[in-house]
């Protein structure tokens, strides 16, 4: 079978039925997909399949030969970071980072819909992810950031900017 | 890692209704939400698989007051269907697994391990709606009701209704880490003026029920899981089905 995963043409050894998931991270390296639930639960495995956010772990590797998958590898690069790479990191939206890929794809597939910085809009497209860390409010946050078109001077965090200090021992 | 001896990827509906066959051995792969973690998780061994994402099984199409929905139509495309069809599917899991998830593989669910599925059935029973099938003695058409009850070895293609006069949805809340519906009441109004309702969230498949809250509880089998005890549907289902037929009244 032939993958074609961010632009890089790949001829995949697995069976058929192997979840796309698995090709993904255990036959092409890509590790960006996370293997949490492997059930659909948890939203960490989403890849774009031909710019629709899907659960790679639900999806078996024969019903996407052909199409273009997409992994946040594939969405900017440690120099060149794509717009919702810099929100992320502007807004501090990732804190242990299990969902953030995931969460970073659903988003992506939201913007490219033309979504807009409508919170409850926003929370519905990221629905299907669970952050275990609970940090949606900054995610939601970063995610209506690039739907505004805000840019970002990623030397100073959102965080930062507007740190609150609210008393107590440190 | 799994692998099947043989994978069919159909490409017409002739096609998948003869590599299903009598349906012996065979799996049957819609959006794959079911049946994936079964393989992955090795508690399902494939011999023979059926892909029906190429099979052109999907689409709604309307016909003289007539819908039809082909069983591999994704539950996304539902959505804005009127109710109860529409909102139901609405309330199925996330928008990746509704894009994903095919209202076949939805309706041929039985009952996970730890939550109810099949949440489409409530509303198509509601709706009175017809399923085309295939498998052993060849294609058949029926109830949808007789079908839920002998489904096993059987492909379903499509199911067909009347468009409804009206029609109410009512569902339980379910929790944001938790993606099966706990208990739902689909109604609808014909166009001859009789009201059906029915329950999903029981411990088989959907129900129809008399219209009567107060029998309600006794006329269904209701079980405990992780999402809630049978005590608490009892208590529950009544107030779904007085708040759907005060919505059909509404609508009136």
Same mark, same amino acid.
């Given at each position: 079978?032939?993958?074609?995963?961010?632009?890089?043409?790949?001829?995949?050894?697995?069976?058929?039925?192997?979840?796309?998931?698995?090709?993904?991270?255990?036959?092409?390296?890509?590790?960006?997909?996370?293997?949490?639930?492997?059930?659909?639960?948890?939203?960490?495995?989403?890849?774009?399949?031909?710019?629709?956010?899907?659960?790679?772990?639900?999806?078996?590797?024969?019903?996407?030969?052909?199409?273009?998958?997409?992994?946040?590898?594939?969405?900017?690069?440690?120099?060149?970071?794509?717009?919702?790479?810099?929100?992320?990191?502007?807004?501090?939206?990732?804190?242990?980072?299990?969902?953030?890929?995931?969460?970073?794809?659903?988003?992506?597939?939201?913007?490219?819909?033309?979504?807009?910085?409508?919170?409850?809009?926003?929370?519905?497209?990221?629905?299907?992810?669970?952050?275990?860390?609970?940090?949606?409010?900054?995610?939601?946050?970063?995610?209506?950031?690039?739907?505004?078109?805000?840019?970002?001077?990623?030397?100073?965090?959102?965080?930062?900017?507007?740190?609150?200090?609210?008393?107590?021992?440190? | 890692?799994?692998?099947?001896?043989?994978?069919?990827?159909?490409?017409?509906?002739?096609?998948?209704?003869?590599?299903?066959?009598?349906?012996?051995?065979?799996?049957?792969?819609?959006?794959?939400?079911?049946?994936?973690?079964?393989?992955?998780?090795?508690?399902?061994?494939?011999?023979?698989?059926?892909?029906?994402?190429?099979?052109?099984?999907?689409?709604?199409?309307?016909?003289?007051?007539?819908?039809?929905?082909?069983?591999?139509?994704?539950?996304?495309?539902?959505?804005?269907?009127?109710?109860? =069809?529409?909102?139901?599917? @609405?309330?199925? #899991? $996330? *928008?990746?697994? %509704?894009?994903? !998830? +095919?209202?076949?593989?939805?309706?041929?669910?039985?009952?996970?391990?730890?939550?109810?599925?099949?949440?489409?059935?409530?509303?198509?029973?509601?709706?009175?709606?017809?399923?085309?099938?295939?498998?052993?003695?060849?294609?058949?058409?029926?109830?949808?009701?007789?079908?839920?009850?002998?489904?096993?070895?059987?492909?379903?293609?499509?199911?067909?209704?009347?468009?409804?006069?009206?029609?109410?949805?009512?569902?339980?809340?379910?929790?944001?880490?938790?993606?099966?519906?706990? =208990?739902?009441?689909?109604? @609808?109004?014909? #166009? $001859? *003026?009789?009201? %059906?309702?029915? !329950? +999903?969230?029981?411990?088989?498949?959907?129900?129809?029920?008399?219209?009567?809250?107060?029998?309600?509880?006794?006329?269904?089998?209701?079980?405990?899981?992780?999402?809630?005890?049978?005590?608490?549907?009892?208590?529950?289902?009544?107030?779904?089905?007085?708040?759907?037929?005060?919505?059909?009244?509404?609508?009136?």
């Amino acid at each position: 079978m032939n993958l074609t995963v961010n632009g890089v043409a790949h001829e995949v050894e697995s069976g058929p039925l192997t979840s796309l998931l698995d090709v993904l991270r255990e036959e092409l390296a890509i590790t960006s997909p996370k293997a949490g639930c492997e059930q659909g639960g948890c939203g960490a495995c989403t890849v774009l399949v031909d710019g629709v956010a899907r659960r790679s772990c639900l999806t078996p590797v024969a019903s996407v030969q052909g199409t273009e998958i997409t992994t946040v590898e594939g969405l900017g690069s440690p120099s060149d970071l794509s717009p919702l790479q810099q929100a992320f990191t502007h807004h501090y939206a990732a804190q242990c980072g299990f969902c953030t890929s995931g969460m970073m794809l659903a988003a992506q597939a939201y913007i490219d819909g033309g979504g807009s910085d409508g919170h409850e809009a926003i929370q519905e497209a990221i629905a299907g992810h669970v952050c275990r860390c609970t940090g949606y409010v900054k995610i939601i946050d970063a995610i209506a950031a690039v739907a505004r078109g805000d840019e970002f001077d990623l030397t100073v965090t959102a965080s930062s900017a507007g740190m609150v200090n609210l008393g107590g021992a440190v | 890692m799994t692998q099947a001896t043989e994978v069919l990827v159909p490409t017409s509906p002739d096609e998948a209704a003869a590599a299903f066959g009598d349906g012996s051995g065979v799996t049957v792969i819609g959006g794959g939400t079911i049946v994936m973690p079964e393989i992955t998780y090795g508690r399902l061994k494939v011999g023979k698989a059926l892909l029906l994402g190429k099979a052109g099984l999907s689409g709604v199409s309307r016909n003289g007051g007539t819908v039809t929905i082909g069983a591999a139509t994704p539950i996304a495309d539902l959505v804005d269907l009127p109710p109860p =069809l529409g909102p139901c599917a @609405a309330n199925v #899991a $996330d *928008g990746e697994i %509704r894009a994903q !998830a +095919t209202l076949g593989g939805n309706v041929c669910a039985g009952p996970g391990p730890d939550a109810p599925r099949g949440d489409l059935q409530g509303p198509l029973l509601a709706l009175d709606a017809t399923a085309r099938s295939t498998g052993p003695g060849g294609e058949r058409s029926e109830p949808l009701e007789s079908f839920l009850d002998d489904r096993a070895g059987r492909l379903l293609l499509d199911v067909s209704f009347g468009e409804p006069a009206a029609g109410a949805f009512a569902a339980l809340d379910y929790p944001h880490t938790h993606e099966y519906t706990v =208990l739902a009441v689909s109604g @609808a109004r014909g #166009a $001859d *003026g009789a009201v %059906r309702l029915a !329950a +999903t969230g029981l411990a088989d498949h959907a129900r129809t029920l008399s219209g009567d809250p107060d029998a309600a509880a006794s006329e269904v089998r209701l079980g405990d899981d992780a999402l809630a005890s049978g005590w608490y549907r009892q208590q529950v289902l009544p107030v779904l089905v007085r708040r759907v037929l005060a919505d059909l009244e509404e609508a009136r």
